[in-house]
């Protein structure tokens, strides 16, 4: 919608830096503060997630994208509410790329469980979804690299918060479309001079 973000993880310092180049400023996370914070409304190791290959396929420049039906849930907290959290969608991975190269380290680090990799402005206002999101990412990330998917999550439960969440269901969609590899420069991983941090 005409903003433009750049997520940056630095695996080093295990931290998350969102800049909001429309405002002109950065906001830096903690991955371990993140986990913290989300781990309590939806423990993470009590997900139960399917991700079942289909036999539908696409291109995206050299690569062939898999799709790939993805269910999951996991107990969760909506304030003091117990809820099962349920995302149902498809996401299209590939795998044996050679690009995949690039992010071996990015996804040996993905396979610890402390390792957030959900949208970190979401978890103030929804920590449940964050959590849930980062989770199946984070599971997803070395089955092959993401073409793009459709995910749609509500709650499910007998109080007034599922109730209310049943009605408005979220829906998270991503379509990439293109990759390239080349060089990126050193300036793409530095806050821009001038930005609030």
């Known amino acids: 919608r005409g903003k433009a973000y750049t997520h940056m993880y630095d695996l080093a310092k295990r931290q998350v830096v969102i800049i909001d180049h429309s405002f002109r400023s950065a906001e830096i996370y903690d991955m371990a503060a993140l986990n913290g914070a989300t781990q309590v409304s939806a423990p993470a190791e009590k997900l139960d997630m399917n991700v079942t290959r289909t036999d539908h396929k696409r291109a995206l420049g050299d690569w062939t994208c898999f799709e790939h039906a993805v269910s999951a849930s996991m107990p969760a907290l909506l304030g003091t509410e117990p809820v099962t959290f349920v995302l149902n969608g498809t996401v299209w991975l590939a795998s044996g790329v050679p690009e995949q190269a690039a992010v071996k380290a990015l996804v040996r680090a993905s396979k610890d469980p402390d390792f957030f990799v959900g949208i970190p402005t979401a978890v103030k206002i929804a920590p449940t979804q964050a959590r849930g999101i980062s989770e199946i990412i984070r599971r997803l990330a070395p089955k092959g690299l993401m073409c793009g ?25 991503i ?20 930005y609030r941090v």
């Open 149 to 173: 998917g459709e995910v749609v999550f509500t709650f499910e439960g007998n109080g007034p918060m599922a109730n209310l969440a049943r009605k408005m269901p979220a829906k998270i969609g």
């Open 175 to 194: 379509q990439y479309q293109a990759y390239s590899d080349d060089p990126i420069s050193k300036e793409a991983f530095a806050i821009p001079a001038g």
